[in-house]
């Protein structure tokens, strides 16, 4: 195995997170009580759970007496999609991945809420029964 400890991994979900990990094969590991923090789930025996809905994960994650658990593992069972860059230490969670699948197969857009031009929050329900038009970019 190849494991080292007390490394940092930034973490870019819903939130950013700077948070101690475990790399075991390449994988980063967490600590337990970061999941809820990180993935907004929370790691039971039953799984991941979130209010009412739990996700079942391989039983070797909730049963494992080790304080750390395998991030990727969790986010694959979430059907989270993940980039990672092991030399700078960062790792991207794409939360919204289901939503983008589903919104490409049914072709309907998610209701999401965006800033206009002036700052006021708009959703897109407000605009329902009306063609509109999505820009989106990034300077990086």
Do not use: Y
Not at 16 to 25: A, R
């Amino acid at each position: 195995m190849n494991k080292m400890h007390n490394e940092t991994l930034t973490v870019l979900s819903d939130r950013t997170s700077v948070i101690e990990v475990s790399w075991e094969n390449k994988k980063p590991c967490i600590k337990k009580d970061d999941v809820q923090e990180i993935l907004g789930w929370e790691l039971k025996d039953e799984g991941l759970c979130k209010e009412t809905t739990c996700i079942p994960v391989p039983s070797d994650l909730t049963s494992d007496p080790s304080e750390f658990v395998d991030l990727l593992t969790l986010t694959e069972a979430l059907g989270f999609s993940t980039v990672m860059d092991i030399e700078a230490g960062f790792l991207a969670i794409d939360s919204f991945s289901s939503l983008r699948h589903s919104a490409l197969s049914e072709r309907k857009a998610p209701n999401i809420e965006l800033p206009d031009l002036n700052g006021t929050l708009r959703s897109l329900s407000e605009w329902s029964d009306k063609k509109k038009l999505l820009v989106a970019f990034s300077s990086w």
